[in-house]
C-alpha cells in the first residue's frame, strides 16, 4: 500500500500523525475513520499557493460533499479557502461551524425554495444557478426577502472527461448546468444580467471527478473564456468571474496517476493567463473547486479483521467490521483501494484476499483480489483514500452505526464527529400506538 502524509511503519505498526492506528482503534474503537491533518492543511495550503496570479484574483473552493464536518470548516477558513454546499444540509453544517458564510457558494440542480431562503437568511456568497427555471425562483425569493443576491451560471461545456460514467458530469445530457450549444443560451444569460435582483458573477463549470487526462481541464480553460467573451460581447455586459469547478484526480491504486497539484495549478494559472491575453480579456476572478484532491488521500478507514474465510469456489475473503455502509463505493462505481494489515506491516503479502463487509449484500465488497499479508482475527486492517465520499456517502443500512472520525496530527488525536449510538439509530423512530 502506497504511503501518504505522516504514514510510517513504527516497529511493524502503522503510524499517522504520530500515533499507532492499534493506539486509535484502542481508544476510539472500529471501524474508525482516520484524518491526517497535517497532510489537509498541506493539500489546502498547496492549490493555495499554486493557483494564483498577479492578473486576476483566485479563489480554491472546497467541494464539501467530498466531507464535511465542523473541524474542516474551520480548516477552510485558517487557509482562506472557500466551501461549497449543495443542500440544506450542508449550508447548516457549514453555519454551525461558525465560519463566515460569506464564504459559502451553493450549488444543485434543483434547489429547493427553502434551500434558497437559507441561502439568503445565511449571506451566503454566491448562489450558483443550475437551469433556466431556477432564475425566476431565486429572483421571486429575493423578491419575498426584499434582497439581492450574487449568482453564477452552471454552464455545460460539453467535454467528455474520461472518468466514471457516474461521475462525468458535462455530456451533452447531463443534468447539470445549461448547454452552451443551446441556441437560447444567450437569452437564459440574459434572464440572468436584465434581473434587479441578480448579481452576475460569471459563469461556472465542472466537467466530472477523478479525472487524470489534464487535457480536458485545458481545454475547459479555453472553452470558458472564449464563451465568456462570446457572451459579454453578445450582450455587452462585463464578466467579471469564472469558475472551473474540480475534479482533478487522486491516486487509489497503482493504476491511477495521480495530478501533480503544485505542478498542474501553475500550469493551469499559466494557461488561463495566456488564454486572456491572447483573447485580450480581464476577469476580476478565476476559482477553483477540488474535494477529493484535498481529503481523499489525507483519510484512512481502519477496520478490525473478523472471520476468514476459504470458499469452495477458491476465493479467500477477509471479513471487516464495516464495509459499503462507511464505503459505498466499490458497490456504486467499481472503485479499487488499496489496503494494508496495519498491525503487521512486516509481513510478506503474499495472499490474494478480497476484503468483504458485514452487509447482507454480496457486492458489499471494499477489496476485490488484492495481496495482503496473512490475516488472523484481531488484525487491524486499514483501506487508504477514503477521505472522500467515505464518510458523506455512509449509510445506516443493516442499522450500522457511523463510524467515528478522528483526526490526528503531532502526536494527538481528537474526535471530529462521534461514533453513532444505538440510541441514535431509533432516534426518529416513533413509538406508534398499534
Ligand atoms: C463534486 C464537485 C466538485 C468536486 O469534485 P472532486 O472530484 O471532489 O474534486 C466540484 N464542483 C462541483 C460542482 C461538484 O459537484
Redesign the pocket.
Known amino acids: 500500500m502506497k504511503f501518504f502524509g505522516t504514514m510510517k511503519n513504527n516497529s511493524g505498526v502503522l503510524e499517522i500523525g504520530g500515533i499507532k492506528v492499534t493506539e486509535l482503534a484502542e481508544k476510539y474503537g472500529t471501524p474508525l475513520y482516520v484524518m491526517d491533518q497535517e497532510l489537509i492543511e498541506e493539500n489546502m495550503m498547496k492549490y493555495k499557493e499554486n493557483f494564483k496570479s498577479d492578473k486576476f484574483k483566485t479563489t480554491v473552493v472546497y467541494?464539501s460533499?467530498?466531507f464535511l464536518s465542523k473541524a474542516i470548516c474551520k480548516l477552510v477558513e485558517k487557509h482562506d479557502l472557500h466551501i461549497?454546499a449543495?443542500s440544506g444540509g450542508e449550508l447548516y453544517t457549514i453555519k454551525a461551524s461558525g465560519i463566515s458564510m460569506e464564504r459559502v457558494h451553493m450549488?444543485g440542480n434543483n434547489k429547493t425554495d427553502d434551500e434558497l431562503r437559507m441561502c439568503l437568511d445565511y449571506g451566503i456568497g454566491s448562489i450558483i444557478i443550475d437551469n433556466e427555471e431556477e432564475i425566476e425562483r431565486v429572483s421571486k425569493i429575493c423578491l419575498e426577502k426584499d434582497q439581492k443576491v450574487k449568482v453564477m451560471l452552471r454552464i455545460n461545456i460539453g467535454i467528455d472527461a474520461h472518468t466514471h460514467e457516474y461521475i462525468q458530469?458535462s455530456k451533452h445530457s447531463s443534468k447539470f448546468g445549461e448547454s452552451i450549444f443551446d441556441e437560447r443560451f444567450p437569452e437564459i444569460v440574459e434572464k440572468i444580467t436584465s434581473d434587479k435582483n441578480l448579481e452576475f458573477l460569471g459563469f461556472h463549470c465542472?466537467i466530472g471527478?477523478?479525472i487524470f487526462d489534464t487535457k480536458a481541464f485545458h481545454e475547459g480553460i479555453e472553452v470558458m473564456i472564449k464563451e465568456t467573451k462570446k457572451i459579454s460581447e453578445k450582450l455587452n455586459i462585463e464578466i467579471p468571474e469564472i469558475n472551473l469547478?474540480?475534479?482533478?484526480g487522486v491516486y487509489y491504486t497503482e493504476k491511477d496517476t495521480a495530478i501533480d497539484v503544485e505542478k498542474f495549478m501553475k500550469s493551469m494559472i499559466e494557461h488561463i493567463e495566456k488564454s486572456l491575453e491572447k483573447e485580450s480579456m480581464n476577469m476580476k476572478k478565476i476559482s477553483i473547486?477540488?474535494?477529493?484532491?484535498i481529503i481523499g488521500n489525507a483519510g484512512s478507514t481502519l477496520y478490525r479483521v473478523g472471520g476468514i474465510k476459504e470458499t469452495f469456489g477458491g476465493v479467500k475473503y477477509v471479513f471487516i467490521d464495516g464495509g459499503m455502509t462507511d464505503n459505498i463505493r466499490p458497490a456504486l462505481y467499481q472503485a479499487e483501494y488499496e489496503a494494508v494489515l496495519a498491525n503487521k506491516l512486516d509481513v510478506v503479502e503474499d495472499e490474494i484476499v478480497t476484503v468483504a463487509g458485514k452487509c447482507c449484500e454480496s457486492g458489499d465488497l471494499i477489496i476485490k483480489n488484492r495481496k495482503l499479508g496473512k490475516a488472523e482475527a484481531g488484525d487491524l486492517l486499514l483501506v487508504a483514500t477514503t477521505g472522500?465520499y467515505g464518510y458523506s456517502m455512509s449509510s445506516n443500512y443493516n442499522k450500522a452505526q457511523r463510524p467515528a472520525v478522528v483526526f490526528v496530527k503531532d502526536g494527538k488525536s481528537a474526535i471530529s464527529i462521534k461514533r453513532e449510538s444505538l440510541k441514535d439509530l431509533v432516534r426518529n423512530d416513533v413509538d406508534m400506538e398499534l
Not at 469547478?245 to 482533478?248: A, K, N
Not at 473547486?289 to 484532491?293: K, V
Open positions: 467541494a460533499k467530498a461549497d449543495v450549488h458530469t465542472h471527478s477523478q469547478g474540480g475534479g482533478f473547486e477540488p474535494g477529493r484532491s472522500a
